[in-house]
């Protein structure tokens, strides 16, 4: 085997070698890095797939009508600038008065929208939540619940437009509200147990794309 012929083998056998770790995904590039802002005490999975028990005490508000401030909720968020469409399927075991778990897109502490389910009267509302400075609450009253909903979050210069579904396929609108446009926030899965009972929740094929 002369000398050029062995290089050229080596260059096809690397090749190979790099499409089918392509393949495989070990060369697949990942997402934006996922981070914890109040980390609950058992959780396991990612993006794709992320199950975690909501421990109680846990909330999200700012002063309107109950006085209170709440920030401790569980979120896991990538960091996003620009314009941008976040969707998710949630499945949770709501059992308390309040428990919630959905979408949010966040700034700091008095900025933020966080939509999804809120479990009041026995049922799973759709509901949103926009706080800036100070909280307000939007809800679609429901008289049975369902076993998991759809969510997409699309920010856009300076709005965020919220739109839910229960099969994944049809989707109605819920809010359009307004949002600080030109800064980078946070955009995860959020959920939270204002009273003294955890539940567990699951989220699936949480993504986000740019949109121009």
Not at 63 to 69: A, N, P, S
Not at 97 to 108: E, N, P, S, T, Y
Not at 109 to 117: C, H, R
Not at 172 to 198: C, E, H, N, T, W
């Amino acid at each position: 085997m002369n000398l050029s012929y062995y290089n050229l083998h080596k260059k096809i056998k690397l090749t190979v070698m790099i499409c089918l770790l392509a393949i495989t995904g070990t060369f697949a590039q990942e997402g934006p890095a996922m981070k914890w802002f109040n980390e609950p005490s058992k959780s396991e999975g990612n993006a794709a797939k992320l199950t975690f028990t909501v421990d109680p005490g846990t909330d999200y508000w700012q002063v309107t009508h109950y006085g209170f401030k709440r920030d401790n909720g569980p979120f896991y968020y990538q960091e996003m600038a620009g314009n941008f469409e976040a969707s998710v399927k949630v499945t949770g075991s709501y059992r308390e008065l309040f428990h919630q778990a959905g979408l949010m897109v966040r700034i700091d502490e008095k900025n933020w929208i966080k939509t999804g389910i809120e479990f009041v009267d026995g049922v799973q509302n759709i509901s949103a939540v926009v706080t800036r400075d100070v909280s307000d609450w939007s809800v679609v009253p429901r008289h049975n619940s369902t076993k998991s909903v759809w969510l997409k979050l699309l920010r856009k210069g300076n709005y965020v437009e919220i739109k839910y579904s229960f099969d994944g396929e049809k989707y109605d609108m819920l809010r359009l509200a307004y949002f600080p446009p030109d800064q980078k926030v946070q955009i995860g899965v959020v959920a939270a147990a204002p009273g003294k009972q955890s539940f567990p929740v699951t989220f699936e094929n949480f993504k986000v794309e740019a949109v121009k």
